[in-house]
């Protein structure tokens, strides 16, 4: 009977030793100053972007020339597929061709950036144009140990790591929360950082936005890894286990 309760007392211990700390887990520890937090954060335009660009003003007629489809302005089309009737598509080179103005160079402008440079273009044209301009195809893609891994596409274009994180279900238990890997393809440049979001200046760092096209691999805890192994042979052990309690307590009577 000794026997037996060193067998339990071991295998309790196992599980014991096996459990995650808190300070793996929790998210954001120690002092929380998010003064440093821009709220002016805007994403830079990239090569294949789908940018909605559209162009009021004042006297209608006069800006029908510089809209690539100047129906939807006045139809009732639904909304997506008038966004889709006013989209330029980032070339190669990091150019749109522009009606009336011809070729635009775009990628690296942020939106208000762009709209400015767009703006002293057509003032040779236009009085006072409102411009309107969108990244349609923003998106980043979570893998690894979240609930709900894939590709995430959001209407804005401001996302931070927390709300990717959030869509993508959390992570689970077994995900890495202090060594999150982002992966960044700028302009054919690709670039990788680790981040880690247990600590609460996470939010004061340039990876708290996200980009469009980025990735996020939250990497599996040993455990898990081990768990794939102990779990493909679950069966084999449950019948060991019970073979030798078994046999332990025929021996200890």
Do not use: W
Not at 177 to 187: A, E, H, K
């Amino acid at each position: 009977m000794k026997k037996l309760h060193v067998c339990i007392f071991l295998f309790s211990l196992s599980l014991f030793t096996s459990c995650v700390p808190k300070k793996n887990i929790v998210y954001l520890q120690g002092k929380q100053d998010f003064s440093n937090v821009s709220n002016n954060y805007e994403p830079l335009i990239q090569k294949d972007d789908m940018l909605f660009i559209n162009i009021s003003t004042a006297e209608p007629s006069a800006s029908i020339p510089f809209n690539l489809d100047t129906q939807t302005q006045n139809s009732s089309s639904s909304n997506s597929f008038a966004l889709q009737k006013q989209t330029f598509l980032v070339d190669s080179f990091g150019n749109i061709d522009f009606p009336v103005i011809g070729t635009v160079s775009v990628a690296g402008y942020s939106i208000e950036e762009f709209k400015k440079k767009l703006k002293e273009k057509l003032v040779s044209y236009l009085v006072n144009p409102v411009i309107n301009v969108r990244i349609l195809n923003f998106k980043v893609t979570v893998i690894g140990e979240v609930n709900k891994p894939g590709e995430i596409s959001v209407s804005s274009q401001r996302l931070t790591l927390l709300e990717a994180i959030a869509q993508a279900g959390d992570l689970t238990l077994y995900g890495k929360r202090d060594n999150i890997l982002l992966i960044r393809d700028f302009q054919g440049i690709k670039t990788s950082t680790r981040i880690d979001i247990t600590k609460a200046d996470f939010v004061n760092s340039p990876y708290y936005y996200l980009d469009q096209n980025d990735v996020i691999y939250v990497e599996p805890r040993k455990s898990k890894i081990d768990s794939t192994t102990f779990g493909s042979n679950l069966t084999t052990i449950a019948s060991l286990l019970g073979f030798i309690i078994t046999t332990t307590l025929i021996l200890t009577r």
